[in-house]
């Protein structure tokens, strides 16, 4: 059955999440959830959490298209093996929304996602502000291999280039862990005399080397950076209203625009291909109404 | 036949025939919980769950992990435990890609490479745990490290894919091939997907060396009993070398698998994997004590997993409360194999 | 049968030590075509020791094998085997979880296996012992004597020309005793030369040729002819007085336990006797018996006095209350001790030492405030075992390390320490050697004259005989027979014993 | 006193005397590995390694898993095997985080709910392997997947900051008081840091449990020798649904300590923890085959675990080196600790 087919009182979609353990992802599907229920005509099946395996997403997708969804929303682990996945679901003439990650492949509906290299950028940009005479940075990565973590370094190590007396003096894996970061800093703390700034790849990395600074009596002459800001408690936002952090930088779920586009998609009007979200600078000045803007806890 | 399991009593000619028979596939009870996802998944959904294709996905999901399995279950045999098949599983996949990638070797070039490479770290392990008497967990601990640190280093941290285009924009002749390793939607005769079949061929391969060969008299004798078997003149380093070995070889083998299904090598890739196939391996009636088991278990116990997986899947079951079931399945179903299943519901005595 | 033959083995200046331990010597040993030499010596002497060099269970010794008149490198089983030695060791070595047949070629086998040909060669061993198994059991299934007998077939199974056999009679009865006997004459007669461990001198005096005696790791000398009282002389190192002690019909006192038509489903596989309707007492101050064949379910009835098994039918009283143990714990708890019949198996934690391992059931006596009072357990730990001459460096040794009889001392200390008012005694004097064993029966005497019960079951009928007041009969779970002292004789006890044909008839 | 470890010759009284007090604090030669370590860490970093706070950090970081450690090693010695530590760890420091969020509580008061928890889950997995007689790989293996599931559930995938400030912006007094289950930065006496305190306390404990108490001895007997140790009267029943209760339970008690250490409790925390705890037992020189372990040993192998981390990290080895060299003296600590290591390098002969 064609899904855009203008015939069906009620469609099924599909999501695929590479990791519902993330309070990122957990938040994303909380939004998708909360977004897709202004459609009454469109159901969203559970969704299914791959818990970071990829043959365990690709199996789920390949779920998906065996029951025949009218449409895929796919949030992959890794670009690579979801690829073959998504060109089968295609190839079943299901339309597919890759959200935050992207697949090789032209074969997808809609791409909807942040641009972690600008976000790196935006918080080297961030980095410079805050160091206007240089100095000694150090940089705390997600999992190596994964693409977030690449652009993230990326994007900030081209914008601090623009000051050559910013130095990363240390950069280590922290694997996106809390646990793993405090540690990590410490030993840092222990080796370098003077570190000025901390960059982590996500809030709970930049948190985790707040503590450990704190710990050591240093956080106060040290700004910390992190990336995600969500809008729960334990989050980036609150972290940066309570002057833990200087600053985060949203990574945009995309929830919103996926549910727009879903019902879109069902109803046979045309969508943008690539839907590049952009950004949110948090401060202390915007927490508290950012915090407001994307907090969706009530309103379940 | 080796029959693994404490057989029930022997009552008259027939019966043991029949025995016989049974206890040449595993064991009958190891099924009974394999028919209960069956049977759960042909109630819950039915037409959509015995779709071929949704077999073949769900089997070939897990097949480079079953392959793991089957090695895996080869040193739990002989009392030992392979911690190392993931990261294993994870520098062939890396060879393959690479090989693929920078050098446009041939299936047929890489397979055997790669099973080089897996064979020669199991090696290490063999050598480690007897020569220098490591308890293979550690050995193997230790080897998992490595392995990965190695992994990535060569990799510089980045994912290398398998789709490598020619000039034309199209598929390299070498990437084309390197699909039937299990890109999906690439299979034999349009309809056995190549992993299944390996899968499947892998399983048949052992259970003969295991049932027919000295070699896997000899796999059971270590792990039954180490002293008796050495007095009896068995090799007992040779074979625990042995075994380790072959783990590695099987790992080494399911690297291209793994790589072709994801159509990429991640440096992440087989992590935890080993996790899935001792479990694999257990539920299918292996004792970590050594000396019991059957790869016909193994592969039953590798079905329950993938297909439990499929059908909380398919039902859309919510994770958390799938990790809840999962769990909570897995329990049953070991319990309902036991062969003792009978006396033990009558409240029977300890052995 | 005659020792003028071709010399087939010399072994020459064997030494080996273990850490700690110097177990051998300077022992020589040379052994001609169809002899049968027996070694003795007392337990620890190092006779396991000598005789596992021989068959490669050692890399490193000192001295020279010489086999068939040629230097002999033997440092694996592997080398053993080539050198057509072959050895029947003195601890059970089979693999459980397989077959019979595979068990017996193990080493052995084809590269493809061959399964037709092995089981049929199986059977035909099985059948030469006078076993009626199918070459497809399972070993776990299998009970203890015929495990040793399957090591037996397992020796014979290969072309030897000297088979070593450690002690091959400590779990049979006297039916497959001679049937091994047979089997042994058969050998030499092909001109197979026979080393034979037993600390059974009866045995020695029926079927060795010459008999060389061990001493705390040397050679002490050898004899051709038997001479009970000479060879406990050099055995021990000083003579030997009575080997019975037990005077006749002590006066005995109230019953201490009774057993009432006590019956036990056998359970399936593993190769358990079921018990039917068993009725026996044991009165304070009284040594009672269980004679029986192999498989009679004498180890069953001990077990399940001792609430290893749960009883399906039946009552007992103990000490005049009712006593329905629901385990071992409960049992001990009621002052009841069981020295089960495999040691290695049943009663020892091979690699924990001698003190944990004596102190294990009694801790309840030596706690203060929840907490163990090492030093005073360990206090009578070394009384206990200094009393039964254990030989070892100390109570911190490995029992594992220890010889086949110094760990069923051990046992027997482990239980004595428990001051029980009833001792269920299973082979009590397995692996014992002659010194020891007359200790032991002196020390069962001891218990009985304190008024303590003792029931003992045991495969050497003179044992039995001696030790008595009374012996009861099993077969097949059942009692066929019961003998008061004095009126007991080997013929009726194994006329009782080969009830069966009566009895399923 | 129990030792463990087949004790070196008895040579002379002095001699007896020495090894005693040796063997009570474990193996001597367990030391040899650690002693690599600190000084290899003294070498490279001198005064910043020995630095009082570093060696509090390492050990720090490291406390939580070390507490499971001890607890997993009760397991062991009963030849058994606990996976499930971490997913209980998970939801006991869940559990301790939603008392304080939700309900205020005090940590006198979290403590032993959070143990409770712990203890509740363990004492399944005993009743499991006991009762049900499944084997304890598999029943622990299905409980960190069950109780995983459960964390998440009840979490709803979202992790629960610990430090919950009153209207005043100020941290409460309970989240205040929270933080002395290891927030770092809050030490005793302003010097020595909690979760370091709270694993030697229980290393200590422990150890006297298992050489000074008839329970202590029983858990080796089971381990050793299960049907010797029944007919000796000990409830092995008993004994292993109480290593696997206390195992739990130690979990339940590491939870808030790792919820403090990270001040949120992360639906994700402990993951993979058991392995960290399994292997610093063994590296410790516990065997999986139950009956041979210590106390000390386990400690001396979570130190080794940890120092090497902080080795590693101090001299700025490459994450990827790291894995590699963290495996390599993992296997060279093992082989120098092994009580036979000078038979072994002159080509001793094999036990
Ligand atoms: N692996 C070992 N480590 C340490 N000592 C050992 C070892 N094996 C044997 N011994 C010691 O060597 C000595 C000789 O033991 P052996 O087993 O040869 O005695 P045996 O004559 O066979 O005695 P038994 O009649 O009791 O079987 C004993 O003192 C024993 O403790
Ligand atoms: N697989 C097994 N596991 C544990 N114990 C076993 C096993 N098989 C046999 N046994 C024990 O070994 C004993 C059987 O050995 P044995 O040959 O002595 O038979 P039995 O019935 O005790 O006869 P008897 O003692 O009269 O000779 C039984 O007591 C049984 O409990
Ligand atoms: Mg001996
Ligand atoms: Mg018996």
Redesign the pocket.
């Known amino acids: 059955p064609s899904a855009s087919s203008g015939d069906k009182s009620t469609f099924v979609v599909g999501y695929s999440q590479s990791n519902n353990a993330e309070p990122y992802r957990a938040q994303l599907n909380l939004q998708l959830q909360h977004y897709l229920k202004k459609y009454p005509d469109i159901e969203l099946l559970p969704i299914a959490d791959a818990r970071q395996s990829s043959a365990t997403q690709v199996s789920q997708v390949q779920n998906f298209i065996t029951q025949k969804v009218d449409a895929l929303i796919v949030s992959p682990t890794e670009p690579a093996p979801l690829t073959a996945a998504v060109e089968q679901a295609c190839a079943a003439k299901i339309p597919v929304i890759v959200l935050d990650r992207t697949v090789n492949t032209d074969c997808y509906t809609a791409f909807i996602g942040g641009d972690n290299v600008l976000i790196g950028k935006k918080a080297g940009e961030e980095a410079l502000r805050l160091l206007p005479d240089g100095g000694n940075v150090v940089e705390l990565r997600g999992i190596m291999s994964n693409q977030p973590q690449i652009d993230r370094d990326k994007g900030f190590r081209e914008a601090i280039a623009a000051n050559p007396t910013i130095k990363i003096i240390a950069d280590r894996e922290a694997k996106w862990l809390k646990e793993q970061a405090t540690p990590i800093m410490q030993q840092w703390l222990a080796q370098h005399e003077k570190i000025d700034l901390v960059y982590g790849h996500n809030d709970p990395m930049a948190l985790g080397a707040y503590l450990a600074a704190k710990a050591a009596g240093k956080a106060d002459s040290i700004k910390f950076i992190g990336i995600d800001g969500l809008a729960i408690p334990d989050g980036g936002i609150r972290a940066v209203q309570l002057g833990q952090l200087s600053a985060t930088f949203i990574y945009p779920t995309g929830a919103q625009e996926a549910a727009e586009t879903v019902n879109k998609i069902l109803h046979g009007q045309p969508v943008e291909k690539q839907q590049v979200l952009g950004t949110t600078q948090v401060t202390k000045d915007n927490a508290a109404e950012l915090y407001k803007q994307y907090d969706l806890s009530g309103q379940n | 036949m080796t029959a693994v399991r404490t057989p029930p009593p022997v009552k008259a000619r027939g019966e043991n025939r029949m025995r016989r028979t049974l206890s040449a596939l595993g064991a009958a009870q190891a099924y009974i919980g394999l028919v209960l996802i069956l049977a759960v998944g042909i109630a819950t959904k039915g037409e959509i769950f015995l779709n071929e294709t949704n077999l073949t996905n769900a089997v070939g999901a897990f097949a480079s992990r079953g392959i793991l399995a089957v090695g895996v279950t080869l040193v739990i045999l002989t009392g030992g435990i392979d911690l190392s098949v993931g990261s294993l599983l994870g520098i062939a996949s890396m060879t393959a890609a690479m090989m693929l990638a920078r050098f446009s070797l041939e299936p047929w070039q890489i397979v055997p490479i790669c099973m080089v490479v897996g064979a020669f770290f199991g090696f290490l392990n063999g050598a480690g745990t007897t020569w220098l008497r490591i308890q293979s967990f550690v050995m193997t601990l230790a080897m998992l490290s490595v392995v990965r640190g190695l992994d990535r280093q060569v990799s510089d941290n980045v994912s290398v894919g398998t789709q490598i285009a020619g000039p034309d924009g199209k598929l390299t002749p070498q990437a084309e091939a390197f699909q039937v390793f299990g890109t999906p939607g690439h299979n034999l005769f349009d309809r056995i997907y190549y992993p299944v079949l390996a899968f499947i061929v892998v399983c048949i391969v052992f259970h003969l060396i295991l049932t027919k060969t000295r070699f896997g008299r000899h796999v059971y004798a270590v792990g039954g009993n180490p002293t008796a078997a050495r007095l009896s003149g068995v090799n007992v380093t040779a074979v625990t070398i042995a075994v380790f070995t072959l783990s590695g070889m099987l790992a080494g083998f399911a690297g291209p698998i793994d790589a072709a299904y994801s159509a990429s090598a991640d440096p992440q890739a087989g992590q935890s994997y080993e996790l899935d196939a001792i479990a694999a391996a257990v539920i299918g009636g292996a004792s970590l004590a050594g000396g019991k088991g059957t790869i016909a278990g193994t592969f039953v116990g590798a079905l329950i997993l993938t297909l439990l997986d499929n059908v909380l899947g398919l039902n859309a079951v919510s994770d958390n409360w799938q990790l809840v079931i999962k769990g909570l399945i897995v329990v049953v179903a070991v319990v309902l194999q036991r062969p003792d299943l009978f006396t033990f519901l009558r409240g029977g005595s300890r052995? | 049968m005659s020792s003028e033959a071709g010399t087939v083995l010399t072994m020459r200046a064997i030494g080996k030590s273990f850490p700690g331990v110097r177990a051998l010597d300077g022992v020589s040993l040379t052994v001609a075509e169809g002899e049968v030499v027996a070694l003795l010596g007392e337990n620890g002497a190092g006779k396991s020791t000598l005789m596992n060099i021989l068959a490669g269970v050692f890399k490193d010794y000192e001295g020279e094998i010489e086999v068939g008149g040629q230097v002999a490198h033997i440092h694996s089983p592997r080398d053993a085997r080539r050198h057509g030695i072959a050895m029947i060791h003195q601890e059970l070595n089979l693999v459980?979880e397989l077959s019979i047949a595979d068990n017996l070629f193990l080493g052995r086998e084809r590269a493809l296996l061959d399964r037709r040909g092995t089981e049929a060669r199986t059977a035909e061993l099985l059948r030469g012992l006078g076993l009626d198994l199918s070459p497809r059991t399972l070993v776990?299934?299998?009970?203890?004597?015929?495990r040793q007998l399957i090591e037996v077939a397992k020796a014979l199974s290969q072309n030897v020309r000297v088979l070593v056999m450690d002690e091959p009679t400590s779990?049979l009865?006297d039916a497959e005793v001679r049937r091994l006997y047979g089997v042994i004459r058969d050998l030499t007669g092909r001109g197979v030369a026979v080393i034979y461990i037993s600390h059974r001198l009866e045995e020695l005096e029926e079927i060795a040729d010459r008999v060389v005696v061990l001493r705390d790791g040397r050679h002490i000398g050898e004899r051709h002819r038997i001479d009970r009282d000479e060879l406990i002389q050099m055995m021990v190192g000083r003579p030997l007085g009575e080997m019975f002690p037990r005077a006749a019909g002590g006066s005995t006192g109230e019953e201490l336990l009774t057993v009432e038509g006590l019956s036990v489903p056998g359970e399936p596989g593993?190769?358990?006797?079921p018990l039917r309707e068993v009725s026996l007492t044991v009165r304070a101050g009284e040594i009672v018996g269980v004679a029986?064949?192999?498989?009679?379910?004498?180890?069953?009835l001990l077990?399940s006095i001792f609430g290893v098994h749960r009883a399906a039918g039946g009552a007992m009283t103990l000490g005049g209350r009712p006593y329905r143990p629901k385990s071992p714990k409960a049992a001990i708890r009621r002052g009841v001790a069981l020295v089960a019949?495999?040691r290695k198996?049943q009663s020892l934690v091979l690699g924990n030492t001698i003190g944990f391992n004596v102190g294990l059931p009694s801790l309840g006596r030596f706690l203060r405030l929840g907490v163990v009072a090492a030093r005073r357990a360990n206090a009578a730990v070394e009384r206990q075992v200094r009393e039964l001459r254990v030989k070892a460096p100390g109570i911190r040794f490995t029992v594992g390390n220890l010889s086949g009889g110094n760990q069923q001392k051990v046992v027997l200390a482990k239980w004595l320490l428990t001051a029980p008012s009833l001792i269920l005694m299973?082979e009590p004097t397995r692996g014992i050697d002659v010194g020891a064993k007359a200790e032991i029966h002196a020390l069962m005497s001891a218990l009985a004259a304190e008024g303590k019960g003792v029931l003992v079951?045991s495969?050497e009928l003179p044992e039995l005989l001696a030790m008595c007041d009374r012996v009861l009969v099993?077969c097949e779970g059942r009692v066929t027979a019961e003998f008061p002292r004095g009126r007991a004789t080997q013929e009726a006890i194994l006329e009782a014993a080969m009830a069966r044909r009566q009895v399923t008839a």
């Open positions: 052995s | 459980p776990k299934q299998c009970k203890i004597a015929e779990a009865a593993s190769g358990r006797t029986g064949l192999m498989g009679a379910g004498r180890s069953e077990e019949e495999d198996a299973d079951a495969s099993l």
